[in-house]
């Protein structure tokens, strides 16, 4: 019997150890991003996020300007809008998490705390904790390689257009 609550003890010690570990990969696969985008909130990266920015707003209004003016046949329409649409969602979601970096950073703060510091009372928080630790770092692996995914098809798609044309 007491063998088997021992057991019972360090398999749940385990598992809070799991659930930390999944916390700080996830702080870190975070950290890392929002850093590459100049939008980590603990920290200041004013110049990236500028040339983010910039080179974003810049993208999105030529893309714009050439939607008004170019000939409005289907195939520029939608491929002008389908261009578009990924480039104005990152600018959209670039400015928010910029506008509110004050409120991320205490968000983040506070969960960083909270969870490395285990401040649960009962067994069911502790279960949703170790639960939703282990969704983070699967989801920033599928969005990151879905996104690399989409820009090497979009580049290599622009190439054998280019080669295409090359050969006419």
């Avoid at 019972?8 to 799991?18: G, S």
């Avoid at 400015?95 to 969870?115: D, G, H, P, Q, V």
């Avoid at 990151?144 to 280019?162: C, D, H, K, Q, W």
């Amino acid at each position: 019997m007491e063998e088997d609550s021992i057991e019972i003890r360090r398999v749940n010690e385990i598992k809070n150890e799991l659930g930390i570990a999944n916390v700080r990969k996830s702080f870190i696969w975070s950290s890392r991003f929002l850093k590459c985008m100049g939008i980590w909130p603990l920290k200041n990266y004013v110049p990236i996020f500028l040339f983010f920015f910039i080179y974003l707003s810049l993208h999105c209004s030529l893309t714009l300007a050439q939607l008004f003016w170019a000939p409005k046949t289907m195939e520029n329409v939608v491929s002008n809008i389908a261009e578009n649409i990924a480039l104005t969602m990152t600018l959209t979601k670039i400015t928010i998490a910029r506008m509110n970096r004050e409120a991320l950073r205490k968000l983040f703060t506070e969960i960083e705390e909270y969870s490395l510091t285990q401040k649960y009372e009962t067994k069911k928080e502790k279960l949703t904790f170790l639960n939703y630790t282990k969704l983070p770092p699967y989801f920033i692996i599928i969005i990151a390689s879905s996104m690399a995914l989409v820009e090497i098809l979009y580049y290599t798609s622009r190439l054998i257009e280019g080669i295409q044309i090359g050969n006419l």
